[in-house]
């Protein structure tokens, strides 16, 4: 059996684990991801290496640091946009492999920094994905989701897929199939410029109340970050420091 049909030999059970791990795999390293640079920042080597401060490891230039800590984000943005696009075309495993691979890609060039300039753009093509090692190898092991196969016309592989997680054939999951299939004829591809649409307003006449709902999770996510936890993921260790406190960012970033 082929290693992208493993799955098959997984019961219903083994197989919504599987799903639910993986799932949790990718958002921890989400977190994982933004929080490597509390320690980062603490590092001579890299202080000196960026020209951001003295061989000490004393940051003189927080204006420099401050940009290489958050151009991370301006590749998540990116990634955002780009992802659900990739992901109504190529699939949602898919869209996971190469978010995986952008991870490991750039946190490779991330290791191998030798100036301000190249982590800048290691920290973006970071920014772009999201996972470790495990993720790239193990996602591919997992079915993709039904939507996403009655979207693209395999719709005797989403029901093949909702069956074995369903545990089996019934009239409930018949009459779930049949509105996946319903909603999926109804529905189309993601686009930024449909975003960015739905932003602006311009689609009231279909959906009164889309564009609320899109500014509201956009200030949730911000308003999520200005709580903090961003600030004390990046800057631990200098918090630690200045508190005088001899624990190390670890134990400030578990206590969180």
């Known amino acids: 059996m082929a290693f992208g ?57 927080d204006v420099k640091q401050g940009g290489i800590v958050s151009i991370y984000y301006l590749g998540a943005i990116v990634g955002c946009f780009v992802g659900g696009w990739a992901a109504d075309r190529i699939g949602r495993i898919n ?3 190469y978010a995986a691979f952008f991870a490991l890609i750039g946190g490779a060039l991330q290791a191998a920094t030798q100036s301000a300039d190249f982590i800048l753009i290691a920290r973006v093509v970071t920014g772009l994905g ?19 196969y009655a979207s693209v016309g395999r719709l005797q592989e989403a029901k093949e897929v909702l069956v074995h997680i369903r545990g089996g054939l019934s009239p409930q999951v018949e009459q779930e199939f049949n509105e996946i299939c319903v909603v999926a004829e109804e529905s189309r591809p993601s686009s930024p410029v449909e975003f960015i649409k739905i932003l602006l307003g311009m689609n009231r006449h279909k959906a009164p109340h889309l564009g609320r709902r899109a500014w509201l999770c956009i200030w949730l996510q911000i308003m999520a970050s200005w709580t903090g936890i961003t600030a004390v993921t990046a800057y631990s260790s200098f918090f630690c420091a200045r508190l005088g406190t001899a624990r190390s960012s670890k134990t400030v970033l578990l206590a969180v």
């Open 130 to 148: 999201t996972g470790a090692l495990v993720l790239l190898v193990g996602i591919k092991m997992l079915p993709d989701s039904p939507r996403f």
């Open 95 to 97: 869209g996971l492999f």
């Open 5 to 61: 049909t493993a799955w098959k030999r997984l019961s219903p059970r083994q197989l919504n684990f599987a799903i639910q791990a993986f799932s949790l795999i990718a958002i921890f390293f989400e977190g994982y991801d933004q929080g490597v640079m509390g320690g980062v920042n603490a590092s001579p080597r890299y202080v000196q290496e960026v020209a951001i401060g003295t061989p000490a490891g004393v940051v003189t230039n």
